[in-house]
């Protein structure tokens, strides 16, 4: 889920930095970015810092400066361009990964959890096998037979079974998962099944010794 990966791009530099520390300059493009004209059209240049990626996840931070090139000039535009190799801390859900989450939110369809930067959602139907019924009082997810309740706050485990991300529009971006299949559930469910499951300990077996003893003692009697 958390990553360093390690990226390469062409970074503008503007004239009106000239004569800073290169390295201070680059790092602060690539971490915020800034915007400028060039030719009347507005551009954006760096700005990886909360970016969303389809391929590499959200990129969290840029975590070190590797290596920044010699800067080349384009005829028209005054600025250097620095080829630039760089280190990133990305998040990205990956499909059938096993998280242990908080739910951060309830509505009618289900559970919303935390997924580090992003939200996945836990479907009513993948909650558990009992039919799931929406107290809108309490701001819970009740099963009908089990009585299960689940709510904000509650930590779950889970899997994730859907993720597509849309980079243009982050909200759109898709992140579902499951707690309804062995080892997963409210973390409460967990542990009561595991006292559950557990036998009852065997009674110690007595040396055949005193075995003997007591089968004389009732011979006697």
């Known amino acids: 889920m958390y990553r360093l990966v390690v990226l390469e791009d062409l970074i503008r530099v503007p004239p009106d930095k000239f004569g800073l520390p290169l390295t201070e300059v680059v790092e602060d493009i690539l971490k915020a970015g800034y915007e400028y004209t060039m030719h ?3 551009r954006r240049e760096g700005g990886y810092e909360g970016r969303l990626d389809k391929e590499l996840g ?3 931070a840029v975590t070190k400066i590797i290596d920044i090139k010699d800067g080349t000039v384009i005829p028209g535009d005054g600025a250097a361009y620095h080829s630039t190799t760089f280190e990133a801390l990305v998040f990205k859900p990956e499909l059938h990964e096993i998280l242990d989450v908080e739910i951060v939110e309830i509505v009618e369809f289900g559970a919303f959890v935390r997924l580090g930067p992003l939200d996945g959602l836990i479907h009513v139907s993948q909650i558990t096998d009992d039919f799931i019924i929406h107290d809108v009082k309490r701001g819970a997810l009740v099963g009908k037979e089990s009585n299960k309740v689940l709510g904000v706050g509650d930590r779950v485990r889970a899997r994730i079974v859907a993720a597509s991300l849309n980079p243009e ?3 759109e ?3 579902n998962l499951t707690t309804r299949q062995p080892g997963l559930g409210k973390h ?3 542990e009561e099944a595991r006292k559950k499951g557990k036998k009852e300990p065997k009674k110690p077996e007595k040396p055949k010794e ?5 089968e004389k003692k009732k011979e006697k009697k």
């Not at 005193?210 to 007591?214: F, S, T």
């Open 40 to 42: 009347n059209k507005l």
């Open 58 to 60: 959200m990129i969290l």
């Open 169 to 171: 529009k982050s909200k």
């Open 173 to 175: 971006s898709k992140i």
């Open 188 to 190: 409460e469910w967990l």
């Open 210 to 214: 005193e075995e003997k003893k007591e």
